[in-house]
T-cell receptor, first 111, second 115 residues
Framework: GQQLNQSPQSMFIQEGEDVSMNCTSS?????WLWYKQDPGEGPVLLIA?????ELTSNGRLTAQFGITRKDSFLNISASIPSDVGIYFC???????????FGTGTRLKVLA | NAGVTQTPKFQVLKTGQSMTLQCAQD?????MYWYRQDPGMGLRLIYY???????DKGEVPNGYNVSRLNKREFSLRLESAAPSQTSVYFC??????????????FGEGSRLTVL
């Protein structure tokens, strides 16, 4: 089946540092979504991308839809303690209604 | 601002028991989804409904059935629960027509334990 490879799996960073994570696949996607999930809660949408090459920002977050339509990355600038959590990418497979998810990046910010 | 509402939030079952997870959305979305999330893992698609009257299998459909009751409601049924179905279940909805890009919005999850 289709898979989304998300990396890194986890990372510890110092407050104020920039963070980068990405998702890759052998499948083609129409949409890329990036979510943050806090313990005991549902995923919360951070950024949505709809076109190949699209670069979108939401505050300190920036995400890009890869030109090949098979990958996406998320950057967080000047991290703060509340950025702690698990970040997921999700892609809507081309020609389907299916959204599949990456395995997540667990972010820990050291004050 | 209810969004996507799931019930129950917590449930403990014995092996072989049946139960239904309920999901309702008030955003007039066409598409609805059921995912499961196991510890340390991402979300895996169980079933989805692109529009009212249609349902399709996702990545891990075995042991589950679904019903799209109307445009608002999408239920997930476990006919004979097994310990391997212990998980957190998330319902989601999407506002665009199936096949057209859209955003997924999630409920708060239903934590199911099967003993």
């Amino acid at each position: 089946g289709q898979q989304l490879n998300q990396s890194p799996q986890s990372m510890f960073i110092q407050e104020g540092e920039d963070v980068s994570m990405n998702c890759t696949s052998s499948s083609i996607f129409n949409t890329w979504l990036w979510y943050k999930q806090d313990p005991g809660e549902g995923p919360v949408l951070l950024i949505a991308l709809y076109k190949a090459g699209e670069l979108t920002s939401n505050g300190r977050l920036t995400a890009q839809f890869g030109i090949t339509r098979k990958d996406s990355f998320l950057n967080i600038s000047a991290s703060i303690p509340s950025d702690v959590g698990i970040y997921f990418c999700a892609g809507q497979l081309r020609g389907t209604y299916k959204y599949i998810f990456g395995t997540g990046t667990r972010l820990k910010v050291l004050a | 601002n209810a969004g996507v509402t799931q019930t129950p939030k917590f449930q403990v079952l014995k092996t072989g028991q049946s139960m239904t997870l309920q999901c309702a959305q008030d955003m007039n979305h066409n598409s609805m989804y059921w995912y499961r999330q196991d510890p340390g893992m991402g979300l895996r698609l169980i079933y989805y409904s692109a529009s009212e009257g249609t349902t399709d299998k996702g990545e891990v459909p075995n042991g589950y059935n679904v019903s799209r009751l109307n445009k608002r409601e999408f239920s997930l049924r476990l006919e004979s629960a097994a310990p391997s179905q212990t998980s957190v279940y998330f319902c989601a909805s999407s506002g665009r027509l199936a096949g057209v890009s859209g955003e997924l919005f999630f409920g708060e999850g239903s934590r199911l334990t099967v003993l």
